[in-house]
């Protein structure tokens, strides 16, 4: 029986009113559309909001970290301390320690102070040296070394001040605190007052936080991010190398050709799976394998290069089977209706079609991998080191930091100019991954097909 045979009184009770005008039902589902969007905007302010104040509070820490402040001053580099040979023979030249280059630098600033009549009257002489940072003398040396004809010379030497000057200048340090300091006296900083009104001391760009290595505790402004640079390069270079054609090649075959059965599903499965592992689980693989079972060094790019692949082949994989699922199954068969073979389908016309997914899943598998940490720590990475690594290949296998690590050992340590540091390695890791994902960004948009 139909709506039409039923009588009018068993007919269902129609609506009466204009259609302009909404009822109370869909003035409840009118509300709770307006609630959706409501709570949808909220959490998006409350994103933003962290997000700003996150950047606020990495931005205004870590800017510092690219200024430092520098002391100017004219240093005769006197060859009776320097050179006493007069040979000029460099095996003879590097005798001489950082010592004698300190007490060079220390009579070319005291004559400078002279010269520009800044008045020292009650500071001994360390306290007016004490006022350069003990990485100046050690420059000067290997300036000195690197270039011996300068003996003899008269040079303008760009030192660097200690880290409570330069941080009585960027508001870490005040007078007050100063006397309870026993690393500065307010006398001090009463002197580095006078010299930057005189010119000799003043707050410059700090490339050597981007190209010098590590330093030691006593010595936070001479610390950079040169080794932890190169380091990531070097590890990132091994990922790219291992990651993509490994990740690739498994998915082609995955989703292109393996069978349907158990053992495929299973593979899969375990694939999902080694994507959601914690990192810290990649480390403990990689100490157990690597470096006890295989034997190569610690804290060696190679090694976290590796431990990375592993965390980063799975990520590829399921990008890439994502990218090839996107191919429309009719290029597939259009291909296969001309005569070509399951593999010349796949090489020639699948493959190139997913290359932007591909792409994309691969920078931002390298991106993830650019800032993990826990598996780092645990082979050894975290370790101080100040030489350079050597060229690929033999390079990979010296010592070296990563920029996360780095910025994790820099935060131990308790000198607030490390912390400083600490942030602007940070900016400096967050410009890289926004670098990254810009460029996925940009495979995808420029080579993407819309069909």
Do not use: C
């Not at 303008?156 to 007050?176: I, N, P, S």
């Not at 291909?335 to 997913?354: D, E, I, R, T, Y």
């Not at 910025?407 to 600490?422: C, I, K, L, S």
């Amino acid at each position: 029986m139909t709506d039409a045979s039923l009588n009018g009184a068993d007919a269902p009770a129609r609506r009466h009113g204009s259609l302009l005008q909404p009822d109370a039902r869909t003035r409840r589902r009118n509300a709770a559309e307006a609630r959706f969007r409501a709570y949808g905007l909220t959490a998006i302010g409350v994103a933003m909001a962290a997000l700003i104040w996150l950047l606020t509070s990495v931005l205004g820490t870590g800017a510092g970290a690219f200024r430092q402040t520098v002391i100017e001053f004219p240093v005769e580099l006197v060859e009776a301390k320097l050179d006493k040979s007069g040979n000029r023979d460099i095996e003879v030249m590097k005798k001489v320690t950082t010592i004698g280059y300190a007490g060079v630098l220390g009579a070319g600033l005291t004559q400078a102070l002279a010269d520009a009549g800044i008045d020292t009257a009650g500071l001994a002489a360390k306290d007016v040296t004490g006022l350069l940072s003990q990485e100046a003398a050690a420059q000067l040396r290997n300036q000195v070394l690197a270039d011996p004809d300068l003996v003899g010379q008269t040079i303008t030497v760009r030192a660097l001040a200690t880290g409570r000057v330069d941080g009585y200048y960027k508001g870490r340090v005040t007078m007050e605190s100063a006397q309870l300091d026993s690393n500065v006296k307010p006398e001090q900083l009463a002197l580095a007052d006078r010299m930057r009104d005189a010119g000799l001391m003043r707050l410059a760009f700090n490339p050597g936080f981007l190209t010098m290595p590590d330093a030691s505790d006593q010595r936070p402004e001479a610390a950079g991010l040169g080794v932890a640079i190169l380091g990531s390069f070097y590890m990132m270079l091994v990922v790219l190398v291992l990651s993509l054609p490994i990740g690739v090649a498994a998915s082609i075959y995955l989703e292109e050709f393996a069978p349907r059965n158990r053992l495929t599903d299973l593979i899969e499965v375990n694939i999902s799976n080694l994507a959601a592992v914690p990192s810290i689980v990649f480390g403990i693989l990689g100490l157990a394998i690597f470096i006890n079972f295989a034997g190569l060094p610690q804290s060696a790019p190679i090694v976290g290069g590796l431990v990375l692949t592993l965390m980063t082949i799975p990520t590829i994989i399921i990008s890439t089977r994502a990218a090839l699922k996107a191919v429309p199954p009719s290029i597939r068969d259009a291909a296969l209706g001309v005569g070509a073979s399951k593999m010349q389908s796949v090489f020639h016309h699948v493959l190139p079609l997913a290359m932007p997914g591909i792409l994309t899943g691969t920078i931002i598998g390298l991106a993830q991998a650019l800032g993990e940490t826990a598996p780092l720590l645990l082979i050894g990475m975290v370790a101080f080191v100040r030489d350079f690594p050597g060229a690929p290949p033999e390079g990979l296998f010296d010592p070296a930091s990563a920029l996360p690590v780095q910025v994790y050992n820099w935060t131990q340590r308790g000198d607030p100019g490390f912390v400083e540091r600490a942030s602007g390695a940070i900016i400096v890791l967050l410009i890289f991954l926004i670098a990254m994902n810009a460029l996925a960004i940009f495979l995808r948009r420029k080579f993407e097909r819309r069909w």
